[in-house]
C-alpha cells in the first residue's frame, strides 16, 4: 500500500490566514506517500508566497496560478495534473487529522472505490467545536445526495484505478456534489466512516451556510447539470431545505 500514491487537490483564493496550516495538516499524515497539488485562484494577498516557502522544503507539494475563475475551474486544474492512484480534496483553509489517509486507504479497499469520513464543524479562529461533529452516514447513494451532501469535500477519498479521474462541473456552486454525482452514477454507493477525520472551519462569511443565497443556483443544479423534472426538482429542493435547516441550527 505504501506504494500508492494519493494526489491531494486544493483550490487556494486569498487564505494567507490558513494555508499554512492546512499545509502542515497534510505533512503530519502518518501516510506519507502523497502529492499535494494546489491552483491558486488569482490571489492578491500573500497565499502564493506562503505556499512557495513551503515548496522549498517539501517536492510533495506543487504550485500552478490560474487567473481568478472560482473554485470549480481551480479544483479542475490541479486535477488535470494527478498522478496519483487515488484523489483526495482539501480546501485551504480546512485540516485533516493525521490519520486521515492511512484510515482511507485501509477503508477504501473494501469498498467500490469512494469513502468519506466525519469531520468536526470548528470556530474559524478558536477552532473550538461550534457545532457537533457531523458523523456521516454508513453508506449514501446517487439519490441520497441529491436530498443532502453529506459527502464533504475535505473528506471525500476516491479510487480512481477503479473509478477514473473525473472533474467537477464548473458551475458557480455545488461543484463538488456534481462530482460525487458523476461517480455515484456508476457506482450503488459511496461509503462513510464515522470517525471525524477532519475539522472544518466555519466561517462567518461562508456562502455554503446562507441558504437562503443558495436557493436559486440550487435550482439551477438541478434542472440544469443533472438534468431533473420541474417536480423531481421540487421534491429534491424540499428535502434539501429541510436538512439544509438541521445540519446548522
Known sequence: ????????????????????????????????????????????DNSVEIIKTF??????????????A?????????????????MAFIDSDDLWFPEFLSTSLK?????????????????????????????VPDKVNY????????????TAFIDIEKLGKKRMP????????GLWLRYLKEIDYAE??????????IRNNSHSRNKWELLKPQWYFYRHVEHQSFMKAVYYMAIWAYYGYRKYR
Request: net charge positive; charged share 25%.
Open 143 to 154: 439519490h441520497d445526495i441529491l436530498k443532502t451532501n453529506s459527502i464533504s469535500c475535505l
Open 192 to 201: 462513510g466512516i464515522k470517525i471525524p477525520l477532519a475539522i472544518y472551519r
Open 170 to 177: 464548473e458551475v458557480r456552486y455545488r461543484q463538488d456534489m
Open 55 to 68: 515548496i522549498k522544503n517539501d517536492g510533495r507539494i506543487k504550485l500552478f496560478e490560474i487567473k481568478n
Open 107 to 135: 477503508t477504501i479497499g473494501a469498498t467500490e472505490g469512494f469513502v468519506f469520513s466525519s469531520y468536526k464543524r470548528c470556530d474559524e479562529i478558536t477552532l473550538k467545536p461550534v457545532h457537533e461533529d457531523f458523523i
Open 70 to 86: 472560482g473554485p470549480g475551474v481551480a479544483r479542475n486544474n490541479s486535477i488535470k495534473h494527478v498522478k496519483g492512484n487515488y
Open 1 to 44: 500500500m505504501d506504494s500508492k500514491l494519493v494526489s491531494i487537490i486544493t483550490p487556494c483564493y486569498n487564505s494567507e490566514r490558513f494555508i499554512a496550516e492546512t499545509i502542515q495538516s497534510v505533512q503530519k499524515q502518518t501516510y506519507p506517500n502523497w502529492e499535494m497539488l494546489i491552483t491558486d485562484d488569482g490571489s492578491t
